[in-house]
């Protein structure tokens, strides 16, 4: 059963990377809000996938819990605030698509450069990035941008709210 699985693995792994190029490039190319976080969301839930297989499952349950569970959520709730009638909604690709495509060009001529440079050292794959190792950076170094990050979060909730009692009173008067 175990050589199955790990016949299974590598396939797996790259049709994940390929579904989460593919929701990563309609994030891009796509222009109307909620079909871009779909496709977000699905992103997300195949790095998901991919870490899983990776074996770095404290962070591939972190990327579905937090991000999709909750940054997802509290995106697609602030695009149902938005006016489906704005013109700017209207085209079916973003401006950006092309900038996204030298991006992504740029992004994996720098892979490719990266990894040959691995291979032509002949040095070793790294050591795996624990949970244990995980903690202690976190939260020795990166607990106050956690703890930013839920501020802006919720100044973001807040100025949306003010946007909605704002348009609502412009409406009645």
């Given at each position: 059963?175990?050589?199955?699985?790990?016949?299974?693995?590598?396939?797996?792994?790259?049709?994940?990377?390929?579904?989460?190029?593919?929701?990563?490039?309609?994030?891009?190319?796509?222009?109307?809000?909620?079909?871009?976080?779909?496709?977000?969301?699905?992103?997300?839930?195949?790095?998901?996938?991919?870490?899983?297989?990776?074996?770095?499952?404290f962070i591939a349950a972190f990327?579905?819990?937090?991000?999709?569970?909750?940054?997802?959520?509290?995106?697609?709730?602030?695009?149902?605030?938005?006016?489906?009638?704005?013109?700017?909604?209207?085209?079916?690709?973003?401006?950006?698509?092309?900038?996204?495509?030298?991006?992504?060009?740029?992004?994996?001529?720098?892979?490719?450069?990266?990894?040959?440079?691995?291979?032509?050292?002949?040095?070793?794959?790294?050591?795996?990035?624990?949970?244990?190792?995980?903690?202690?950076?976190?939260?020795?170094?990166?607990?106050?941008?956690?703890?930013?990050?839920?501020?802006?979060?919720?100044?973001?909730?807040?100025?949306?709210?003010?946007?909605?009692?704002?348009?609502?009173?412009?409406?009645?008067?």
């Open positions: 059963m175990n050589e199955f699985l790990g016949n299974l693995e590598t396939p797996l792994l790259y049709i994940f990377a390929f579904c989460a190029l593919v929701g990563s490039i309609l994030v891009v190319a796509l222009r109307q809000p909620m079909r871009v976080a779909m496709a977000l969301i699905s992103t997300m839930i195949f790095l998901g996938g991919v870490y899983g297989l990776l074996g770095v499952h990327q579905v819990l937090i991000y999709v569970g909750a940054v997802m959520v509290f995106m697609v709730y602030v695009i149902m605030l938005l006016d489906p009638r704005d013109p700017a909604l209207k085209g079916r690709f973003s401006p950006l698509v092309v900038p996204g495509i030298v991006g992504g060009v740029v992004l994996l001529l720098a892979l490719v450069h990266a990894v040959n440079g691995l291979l032509g050292s002949g040095t070793s794959t790294p050591a795996r990035f624990g949970l244990k190792e995980f903690s202690v950076s976190f939260l020795n170094e990166y607990w106050l941008h956690f703890e930013l990050t839920s501020v802006l979060l919720l100044a973001a909730v807040v100025a949306a709210l003010a946007v909605i009692k704002g348009a609502t009173r412009r409406d009645r008067g």
